[in-house]
T-cell receptor, first 110, second 114 residues
Framework: DAKTTQPNSMESNEEEPVHLPCNHSTISGTDYIHWYRQLPSQGPEYVIHGLTSNVNNRMASLAIAEDRKSSTLILHRATLRDAAVYYC???????????FGTGTRLQVFP | DAGVIQSPRHEVTEMGQEVTLRCKPISGHDYLFWYRQTMMRGLELLIY????????DSGMPEDRFSAKMPNASFSTLKIQPSEPRDSAVYFC????????????FGPGTRLLVL
């Protein structure tokens, strides 16, 4: 399974943008980049995913480097409710599994 | 839809007892996943099913763990006998079309084995 590397923790102030980085230097051409987050005492929830092009949805934006060896999850205006562990995951098109790493714990301060 | 439903939400049992965790996936979803989360090991995939058939159980820790999916709307994860090191939060997730498509997680079952 392709591996991802994320910082253990990050901090942000409320209403500021947050850029969560993820390195995946061994990514292959068919690997999708997924982001999930886990709020305290809840199950993980889907945030966004992409293959090559940048993606936007109501929760966040995903910026993918041109060589696809890294990506960044962008929360445009952090709120206290965004405090969570954010997981960057690669999925192989040929398998049916998502392998979660340790993620980045995001703290948001008022 | 009510989402993925898991029961019980909390379970406290004594070492050696049998524990059964239950999951109802989202209607129409073809894939069902069982995960375990601990502080030490993070979120681990235990087993997953496609159309009620177990596809990959390589994450099941040992023979004490077993999982079944008798029909499309119900799955169980059983631990017999339970041990203190099985204490964890167990999540069930489901998705459709392909396993790596957006997975929808249940609220989890928090298991404590004394």
């Amino acid at each position: 399974d392709a591996k991802t590397t994320q910082p253990n923790s990050m901090e942000s102030n409320e209403e500021e943008p947050v850029h969560l980085p993820c390195n995946h230097s061994t990514i292959s051409g068919t690997d999708y980049i997924h982001w999930y987050r886990q709020l305290p005492s809840q199950g993980p929830e889907y945030v966004i995913h992409g293959l090559t092009s940048n993606v936007n949805n109501r929760m966040a934006s995903l910026a993918i480097a041109e060589d696809r060896k890294s990506s960044t999850l962008i929360l445009h205006r952090a709120t206290l409710r965004d405090a969570a562990v954010y997981y960057c995951i690669l999925s192989d098109y040929n398998t049916d599994k998502l392998i979660f790493g340790t993620g980045t714990r995001l703290q948001v301060f008022p | 839809d009510a989402g993925v439903i898991q029961s019980p939400r909390h379970e406290v049992t004594e070492m050696g007892q049998e524990v059964t965790l239950r999951c109802k996936p989202i209607s129409g979803h073809d894939y069902l996943f069982w995960y375990r989360q601990t502080m030490m090991r993070g979120l681990e995939l235990l087993i997953y099913f496609n159309n009620n058939v177990p596809i990959d159980d390589s994450g099941m820790p040992e023979d004490r763990f077993s999982a079944k999916m008798p029909n499309a709307s119900f799955s169980t994860l059983k631990i017999q006998p339970s041990e203190p090191r099985d204490s964890a939060v167990y999540f069930c997730a489901s998705t459709s079309f392909r396993g790596w498509e957006t997975q929808y997680f249940g609220p989890g079952t928090r298991l404590l084995v004394l």
